[in-house]
């Protein structure tokens, strides 16, 4: 019963009250981001959600301008793309609070399997695509387990096969261990995790 009326309560709730109590911070982000380089302040692309629906992400923007016009869809802490305010939003995952947006919209939960691009998705096998079936979050297993993704990547010779062949596959396989058994309790502890790294 929870994965579904109560969880989207929640969901509506904590969005909600939390883009209230942190308004005045994400104006403040939102100036520095401006300040720091040329370009808008929210960066918005095309994810896969639930049923295979896309839907444009919201981030605050880390990268300069354009970016994806200007290397891979993917990055990693080395990323030349990356501007100054944004090594630290998105070292402390701030970067990520506007999709309380997508979360108040209907489009994301604040725990689920991260949404992917169209051309990963693509990639998926006919079990990979169970993920599809619940709302992606904004924080989930894979998140916390794969807290230092970029880092990873930064080592990694061949990023997009590292991604391909690697990171993704044991993500997904976190995303479908999730959804098998989604509790309130753990959502819960998901987001206790993902806000103190505990």
């Known amino acids: 019963m929870y994965r579904h009326f109560f969880k989207r309560l929640f969901d509506i709730l904590c969005s909600f009250l939390g883009l209230i109590i942190l308004s005045p911070f994400l104006l403040i982000f939102a100036i520095i981001i401006k300040c720091d380089s040329k370009g808008h302040v929210l960066f918005k692309q095309v994810r896969v959600g639930r049923r295979g629906k896309t839907f444009k992400i919201w981030k605050f923007r880390t990268m300069v301008e354009n970016a994806e016009a200007k290397g891979l869809q993917i990055s990693s802490s080395d990323d030349v793309r990356i501007t100054r305010s ?92 999730y959804i098998e058994k989604i509790t309130f309790w753990r959502d819960l502890k998901l987001i206790f995790k993902t806000v103190f790294g505990k």
């Open 86 to 177: 944004g090594k630290w939003l998105r070292r402390t995952k701030i970067d990520e609070l506007p999709q309380l947006f997508n979360v108040l919209f209907g489009q994301m939960s604040l725990v689920g399997p991260r949404p992917e691009v169209p051309k990963y998705v693509e990639m998926y096998t006919e079990e990979q695509r169970e993920v599809l079936k619940v709302r992606p979050g904004i924080t989930d297993l894979a998140s916390i387990e794969y807290r230092h993704e970029n880092d990873i990547m930064a080592q990694a010779e061949d990023k997009e096969a590292t991604y391909i062949n690697e990171i993704m596959p044991a993500k997904l396989e976190l995303n479908k261990k």
